[in-house]
């Protein structure tokens, strides 16, 4: 039922831009946001936003990544600027079902940020 689709991963050169999209369908979510899990590491939480608009990111990417909604199309985006070497690893769309309490998973795309 639940589906999540992201796409517009791919590899850069450190500085560059990338534009994450994750289209879902199934259900209406409170909370949607990314994740990201580099090699090795545990996976975690880039960014997330309500239904209005209220966003929160890590510290890492503060001031460089931007997240946003089109709650017509159930699709969440997240605007990567200035990318950096470290902002490597597979980038997850989460959704999240607040009646429910459960959260859904995309497939992952990977962004490779060379030096």
């Known amino acids: 039922q639940v589906r999540l689709v992201e796409s517009g991963g791919g590899l850069v050169q450190a500085g560059e831009s990338l534009r994450l999209s994750c289209a879902a369908s199934?259900?209406?979510?409170?909370?949607m946001g990314w994740y990201r899990q580099a090699p090795g590491k545990q996976r975690d939480l880039v960014a997330a936003v309500t239904r209005d608009g209220t966003a929160d990111y890590a510290d890492s990417v503060k001031g460089r990544f931007t997240i946003s909604r089109d709650n017509a199309k159930n699709t969440v985006y997240l605007q990567m600027n200035s990318l950096k070497v470290e902002d490597t690893g597979v980038y997850y769309c989460?959704?999240?079902?607040?009646?429910?309490?459960?959260?859904?998973w995309g497939q992952g795309t990977q962004v490779t940020v060379s030096s």
């Open positions: 199934g259900g209406v979510f409170g909370i």
């Open positions: 989460n959704a999240y079902k607040i009646v429910v309490r459960t959260a859904y």
